[in-house]
């Protein structure tokens, strides 16, 4: 018996094996995904560096539109510009008289039924030219 114990001591268990195995296989996965997690944080840090410049670039859009804005809404803001109170009410007087009178035929474009009928040049009679200067 002591034969036979000598020699199962002498060759490695099955069991054993499988376990250096899977402790080699282990290792290899942990290698691999250090790897991966390496690879991974160098794409960061590179897509954190885009992510910087694009910040930068809004900035400088940003205040190059401020200063473009600083500089046309002036003159546009101005009350200069606006049309004064008095003649606004002259127009919307002007307006309201005028157009009673355009609306009652039912056509809003100003007519001229006494104009004599306009002959184009090949001697057609195309309509009426009517003069709506003031």
């Not at 114990?5 to 995904?33: F, V």
């Not at 008289?97 to 100003?110: D, I, M, V, W, Y």
Request: charged share 25%; proline share 4%.
């Amino acid at each position: 018996m002591v034969a036979i114990t000598a020699i199962n001591s002498a060759t490695p268990s099955i069991q054993a094996s499988l376990g250096r195995a899977r402790l080699e296989q282990a290792r290899n996965e942990a290698d691999k995904a250090e790897a991966i997690a390496r690879d991974l944080r160098g794409q960061a840090d590179i897509a954190e560096q885009q992510a910087q410049r694009s910040q930068d670039n809004v900035r400088k859009i940003g205040a190059s539109i401020q200063q473009e804005e600083a500089t046309y809404a002036q003159p546009r803001d101005s009350t200069s510009a606006e049309v004064p109170v008095k003649v606004q009410k002259l127009i919307e007087q002007m307006y309201t008289a005028t157009s009673e009178k355009r609306t009652q035929s039912g056509n809003p474009l100003k007519t001229n039924s006494n104009a004599l009928p306009v002959v184009n040049s090949q001697g057609q009679r195309t309509g009426r030219i009517v003069n709506i200067s003031a």
